[in-house]
């Protein structure tokens, strides 16, 4: 994936010290004021890049996370031990955690991203006027984006290339929890940087804020002169903060409550396996199922199956009144199950627990989902046409799958290599946002002296 001879290039880039809040002043934050600067400045020049220097950047970029997998481990273990001491639970401790594998996983999706076409550019329509005025909407990268993340380390890499490939400044600002292992992470992007042919002008747009004092990301909100956009990635908690104090556009990637539903007409050996998949697999994700809604007539012929299934799995289940009588009757241990509250279909786990309803049709799956989802991604399980189509057309989340796992709620499994995030806001992207969705469009119109009348 490397193109041309490779001439190591030193640049600058930089970290955003911020003072303690103890000791706050009314320049605390200017640190961060001069680095929202010169991303700005960077991002104009990085706007026209080629695809050949960005791509070129990249690979460096992937090689040298390879070359810094131990020193990001070292890193990420002193947020382990952190998070250990803390007393954060083991959903939170699998998404902080990076392994050689992970690591490598992340390297790979730059790959993924370097073999993606550069949108930046691309014509996307044209049409000419009856005056004889060409018109085009040609796709030109946001500008700069403020992305806030909590505690997915490879949320780093991921952003920085994807903004990177699309022609866009990124500050990248994580959690406290995964401090260290985004500071190593962040040097291992510098040094892929420094190697490149990328012009010190263009990689400088690029910055980390190198604190975890929480006012930074209040100042970050402010800085609409800089920024053009905020995506915020985390709980339901920090996705309100950020929407509710941002001076700046926010597009939400809010938290994934998702469903399953199971139709009668559904095979078992399906139903089967995408369950226990949506659950079970990684169930610490935005994209695991945290609901699962059988239809009644499902009830006989899938529902004691999947209960025992799913409680083999370790999974803890909150049932509504009818699937907690069949949960007694198919035998299963009373220490795997207690009964749903109101609360519990609200609720993102994030854990080996899952939330479980009998509805009496698709029309009352469909309006569950409508009360209780997050517009992220529901799956119907069955072989009847007309309920696959009503399940497209009127479930309103960003992905919605048949026959399938709701863990292909992801840019990579969905093509578009490594991802921002998933929107669950309409405007100006929904579901996996890739480089495509990191552009918007300008028009362009070529003309031969025409004036208006």
């Not at 001439?7 to 961060?32: C, E, G, M, Y």
């Not at 403020?146 to 890499?157: A, D, H, K, L, Q």
């Not at 500050?171 to 985004?182: H, M, R, V, Y």
């Not at 209960?307 to 795997?336: N, P, Q, T, W, Y």
């Amino acid at each position: 994936m490397l193109s041309g001879a490779l001439t190591p290039h030193l640049i600058n880039l930089h970290l955003v010290r911020v003072r303690p809040l103890s000791n706050q002043t009314p320049n605390a934050f200017k640190d961060l004021h001069e680095t929202a600067a010169r991303v700005r400045r960077s991002a104009r020049v990085l706007a026209y890049q080629s695809a050949a220097a960005k791509n070129d950047a990249l690979a460096h970029v992937a090689a040298s996370l390879r070359a810094s997998a131990p020193s990001i481990l070292e890193a990420n273990q002193k947020d382990l031990v952190r998070g250990r001491e803390k007393g954060l639970d083991a959903a939170f401790l699998d998404r902080l955690e990076l392994t050689t594998e992970r690591i490598e996983g992340m390297a790979a999706a730059i790959e993924e991203v370097i073999a993606l076409s550069d949108p930046v550019g691309r014509v996307d329509s044209t049409w000419v006027r009856p005056n004889g005025l060409r018109v085009g909407k040609r796709r030109i990268p946001l500008g700069v984006i403020g992305i806030i993340y909590e505690s997915r380390p490879n949320v780093t890499s991921d952003a920085a290339a994807l903004c990177l490939k699309s022609g866009n400044g990124v500050i990248l600002k994580g959690g406290s929890d995964a401090f260290e292992s985004n500071r190593a992470i962040y040097a291992a992007i510098r040094a892929g940087l420094e190697a490149s042919d990328l012009p010190a002008e263009a990689a400088a747009a690029v910055g980390f804020v190198d604190t975890t004092d929480r006012a930074a990301v209040g100042e970050l909100l402010k800085l609409e002169k800089f920024i053009d956009v905020i995506i915020p990635r985390g709980g339901h908690k920090l996705i309100r903060y950020v929407t509710e104090n941002s001076l700046i556009p926010v597009i939400k990637h809010d938290h994934g409550i998702c469903h399953g539903v199971v139709d009668g007409s559904a095979r078992a050996e399906v139903v089967d396996a995408v369950i226990l998949n949506s659950k079970v697999a990684r169930p610490g994700v935005c994209n695991a199922m945290e609901t699962l809604l059988v239809l009644e007539n499902a009830r006989q012929t899938h529902l004691p199956r999947l209960l025992g299934l799913l409680a083999d799995a370790g999974v803890r289940l909150h049932l509504c009144e009818k699937s907690l009588a069949a949960a007694k009757a198919a035998g299963l241990g009373a220490d795997s199950y207690v009964a749903a509250t109101e609360d519990d279909y609200h609720a993102e786990y994030l854990s080996l627990e899952l939330a479980v309803a009998v509805v009496p049709d698709l029309s009352a799956a469909i309006a569950h989902i409508r009360t209780y989802g997050s517009n992220h991604t529901e799956i119907l399980l069955t072989e009847d046409y007309s309920q696959s189509e009503r399940f497209q057309l009127e479930v309103d989340s960003s992905v919605v799958m048949i026959n399938a796992s709701s863990r292909f709620s992801d840019g990579g499994q969905l093509g578009l290599g490594a991802e921002i995030g998933i929107s669950t806001s309409k405007m100006h992207a929904y579901g996996p946002m890739g480089i495509d969705e990191l552009t918007t469009t300008k028009f362009v119109v070529l003309g031969a002296g025409q004036i208006r009348d």
